[in-house]
């Protein structure tokens, strides 16, 4: 079997073109969606993802307000633009890119957006809304592979899915997302044993563990559904997954490619919880 490539550049710009339309109905009732992006310190990948969003809020008529504060920046200067821009009426969505510097605790800050603000999903009144499957703003990740498997009309009720990497950000929502589909869900993490005795058993196999090749052919079944989440950048810079792409696509009967596949889709996931939030404004 050769796994069919699943898009996700392809699927992210159709939904953005859905996007754009229900952007310009905001903005023909007056409201232009605007979403605030706060950076700390000088991440190199942590700036690289910020460009992209800020980026891909242009592309689609999305407002956006950047926040660079320096690395040694004091936390309370941090909570008191948040707390401003809980309170403006043109700020619809509100995140803090991730990492943030040791001495900030990253409750705190999470916790200060407000929930009607919070389009990464991360303050717990959004988690809460997750566990009991009413949700307002899914996380961006896990909701671009809940999009993928859609589009691709890849059932997800009754099926067996596996879930690699248990992070609050990626694993744990991914598991709880699809649960609410009706799928049986197993998570595995770094102190799970013999992971492959559980990947083996996956219809659907999320893979999100940050390790190059941690997935290898021998531990995926035939015809399974495989979706690698997994940024690595390998010593010599080239960009790979979690999964070993080309032994695994033998096996799968789809499987998302990195770069290209659920990258794309958590920016647009952003976007897309930046409307719905601006929607919700008016
Ligand atoms: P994280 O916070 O480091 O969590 C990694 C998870 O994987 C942890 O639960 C860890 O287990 C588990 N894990 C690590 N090594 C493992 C192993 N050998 N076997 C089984 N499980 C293992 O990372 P994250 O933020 O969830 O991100 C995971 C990956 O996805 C990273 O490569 C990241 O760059 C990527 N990512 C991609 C996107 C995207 O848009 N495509 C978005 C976010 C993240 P423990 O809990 O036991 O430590």
Redesign the pocket.
Known sequence: MTAKIIDGKAVSAAIRVELRERIAKLKSRGVVPGLAVIMVGGNPASAVYVRNKIRACEEVGIKSLRYDFAADARPEDVLDLITALNARPDVHGILVQLPLPPHFAISSILQTISADKDVDGFHLYNVGGLVVGDTVFPPC?PYGVVKLLEHESIPIEGRNVVV????N???KPMALMLMQRDATVCI?????RD?AQFTILADILVV????PN?ILPQMVKTGAVVID????RLPGGKLVG?VDFSGVAEKASYITPVPGG??PM?VTMLLANTVVSAERSI
């Open positions: 990740t690699v990497g248990a992070s950000i990626v694993g595995c993490h770094a102190k799970t992971l999100a563990a940050g390790q941690l989440v997994g940024i690595n979690d659920v990258g958590t």
